[in-house]
């Protein structure tokens, strides 16, 4: 749900990074952090595990510039991916404006990336939102691996609407801010359209 | 709710920093923190010494929906006050008509009875500041009217520029 703050002259909106289980969300995250200029970010949350995997979120805030005397903040938060973490990834969801899913492009991790939708879907659901009008881009991750499926026929697969899609390399920064970018702009239209 | 907005004018604003602040002096607590319950922050009284307060907002949210999960699979409806004791200081965290969350934090200057009590009788007073807050962002004449004033101004030109 978006935050409007008259007082502290803000606008806030929460994005989602969904996807299966190490497919590149925690990555995405770390790359903007990193890459964001200091007074432009918050601290990076990650509530992981000692094997370093999303055990309930990560959350980065960011800022990015002023509309209509109005500060932009988005919060970006990432789900944990392991299949065994759905109630965390439903709660994370409360409130969303805008999802990105970051696929995984290797071959065997094709089926996750389907079942990933298909519960991102369900979970949306549950909080009364739709995926066909949620603002939405989708990533396709590890574009670099040599076992990467084909951008077409993952499109082919994932794409549900007309929604953006990015290639991406996130280790190396590849299409991070690119998606990024896309879902910001498809949150504050989409603002401007209700 | 989807697609709905949240919006809190500078009167709302103004209004619960008044309760706040009065909470916060009549429980003797260092800080008091409203926050809705995607971690957005609202309003706050007192000072937070170090922290980051949007991490704070978004650690606690995150707090309260966990541990409504987990009441939900004991067969609990909710729990309704969390509580936790540090060394130093300590938080209690309640939810505010079951809409926001309403964060205390204190130290050895007050106590959780203390804190119970005056978290009991404000909560009153924030949710009818809250209900009326919460009427006007889902009203379809004023609530919606003042965000989509902001948002109708809003031209493709003004998000490109926010990249550079």
């Not at chain 1, 991102?120 to 574009?143: I, M, S, W």
Request: net charge negative.
């Amino acid at each position: 749900m978006t935050f409007i703050n008259y007082a502290a002259r803000e606008i806030n909106c929460k994005i989602v990074y969904y996807g299966p289980g190490l497919c590149g969300k925690t990555t995405n995250i770390q790359w903007v952090h990193d890459k964001t200029r200091t007074e432009a970010k918050g601290k990076l949350i990650s509530l992981a595990t000692e094997t370093d995997r999303t055990l309930f979120f990560d959350f980065l805030p960011i800022e990015l510039g002023s509309i209509r005397g109005f500060r932009t903040r988005f919060h970006l938060y990432t789900v944990p991916g392991q299949v065994f973490y759905d109630a965390s990834r439903k709660l994370i969801l409360k409130g969303v404006d805008g999802v990105v899913f970051v696929a995984d492009s290797q071959e065997m991790r094709m089926d996750a990336n389907i079942d990933s939708v298909q519960n991102l879907r369900e979970n949306l659901k549950d909080h009364g939102f739709d995926l066909d009008t949620v603002p939405y881009a989708l990533q396709l991750n590890k574009r670099d691996l040599p076992s990467a499926v084909s951008a077409d026929e993952m499109t082919k697969a994932l794409r549900v609407k007309n929604e953006p899609v990015f290639e991406a390399v996130a280790t190396q920064g590849r299409g991070v801010f690119d998606t990024l970018k896309a879902i910001v702009k498809l949150v504050l239209l989409d603002l401007r359209g209700r | 709710m989807a697609g709905s907005s949240l919006v809190v004018l500078e009167e709302d604003h103004t209004r619960f920093i008044a309760l706040l602040d009065r909470l916060r002096e009549e429980s003797n607590a260092k800080f008091a923190f409203l926050l809705d319950r995607a971690g957005q922050q609202i309003a706050a009284a007192g000072a937070l010494e170090a922290s980051d307060p949007t991490a704070l907002a978004s650690l606690t949210a995150g707090n309260v929906a966990a541990t409504e999960g987990l009441a939900q699979i004991i067969g609990e409806n909710k729990f309704s006050t969390l509580y936790h004791e540090g060394e130093n200081d300590s938080l209690h965290i309640s939810l505010v008509s079951n809409k926001v969350i309403l964060l205390v934090i204190f130290d050895e200057h007050s106590s959780l009875g203390l804190v119970r009590l005056r978290v009991k009788q404000i909560t009153q007073d924030l949710g009818r500041v809250l209900d009326e807050l919460m009427t006007r962002s889902d009203s379809q004449v004023s609530g919606s009217a003042v965000s989509s004033n902001l948002f109708e101004e809003i031209s493709d030109e003004d998000i490109d520029a926010l990249f550079g």
